[in-house]
């Protein structure tokens, strides 16, 4: 330590120090550097791969579309199956077909959902629904609901109850897409404040989807979370429910406090004019 306090006393530490700071400097920059342009050169790669698989996946889905090709004939075309088991490949493709599903309906939007399934893509999505990381639990969510794969549904809605909004507005939203009203009938046990933005969101889902049975959206104003009939209120009155009209009366009547008691008035009046 005497040293120490010697050489600094001294001056002498500070050419040393000044020497190791720049190289250090010099040599983290030129890492940081190195990273970059592999970053880039690998982006740059991924993309190209992207529009080479693209021009493929156009043209087999083209197939499975119009001409009735089955994944069973897919199967026998080695060059495809060689890249159908690269991870890169399979999210290419999963994007197009999600993507043709939202712009086809009928027996042509079947077809896609069946491939989905016959390809084994359906495991995948599962595989993300089980991910730890909120982001990939999103995409698995977004993929199951848009192929309607309602055997996905209680697995979906028991991430309505993450503590990331994100990833719990976009399970209520695939619950509401895959089962209507059930997929916000739980919401009456919930014990977590539903906040205006998700209220928002679930309202917007209900309007996207145009879910017609409307039976069981009651239900939220018997719950003791507030903010669960405040959410019942709004569907009420922007779904414009006039049937549910009796029970909007019920809960002005009998309504837990005062801030309620005005939104269900509000309500009941917008129904009833």
């Known amino acids: 330590m005497e040293n120490l306090w010697e050489l600094y006393k001294n001056g002498q530490w500070e050419i040393p120090f000044l020497t190791f700071s720049i190289y250090l400097f010099v040599s983290a920059s030129f890492i940081f550097y190195l990273i970059?342009?592999?970053?880039?050169?690998?982006?740059?790669?991924?993309?190209?791969?992207?529009?080479?698989?693209?021009?493929?996946?156009?043209?087999?889905?083209?197939?499975?579309?119009?001409?009735?090709?089955?994944?069973?004939?897919?199967?026998?075309?080695?060059?495809?199956?060689?890249?159908?088991?690269?991870?890169?490949?399979?999210?290419?493709?999963?994007?197009?077909?999600?993507?043709?599903?939202?712009?086809?309906?009928?027996?042509?939007?079947?077809?896609?959902?069946?491939?989905?399934?016959?390809?084994?893509?359906?495991?995948?999505?599962?595989?993300?629904l089980k991910n730890f990381k909120w982001e990939i639990k999103c995409k698995g969510i977004t993929e199951l609901s848009e192929f309607n794969i309602k055997e996905a549904f209680d697995q979906i809605i028991a991430c309505a109850k993450a503590r990331n909004k994100t990833l719990k507005i976009t399970a209520i939203n695939a619950g509401i897409k895959l089962e209507g009203t059930k997929g916000i009938v739980h919401l009456t046990e919930h014990a977590d404040i539903i906040d205006e933005w998700t209220q928002v969101n679930i309202i917007s889902a209900f309007k996207k989807h145009d879910i017609g049975d409307t039976k069981g959206v009651e239900l939220l104003l018997e719950s003791q979370n507030t903010t669960v009939v405040s959410l019942g209120l709004k569907l009420i009155k922007e779904l414009k429910l006039t049937q549910k009209v009796p029970f909007v009366a019920e809960l002005t009547a009998n309504a837990p406090n005062t801030i309620i008691k005005y939104e269900a008035q509000s309500v009941l009046q917008a129904l009833t004019a």
């Open 36 to 128: 970059i342009v592999a970053s880039r050169n690998r982006n740059i790669k991924r993309e190209k791969l992207r529009v080479e698989y693209n021009v493929l996946i156009e043209k087999v889905m083209s197939s499975i579309i119009f001409e009735d090709l089955l994944y069973a004939e897919i199967k026998n075309d080695k060059n495809f199956m060689v890249l159908f088991d690269t991870s890169f490949f399979r999210a290419v493709l999963i994007e197009t077909i999600i993507n043709l599903h939202k712009n086809y309906e009928g027996v042509y939007a079947q077809k896609l959902e069946q491939f989905y399934k016959d390809s084994g893509l359906i495991k995948d999505s599962f595989k993300k």
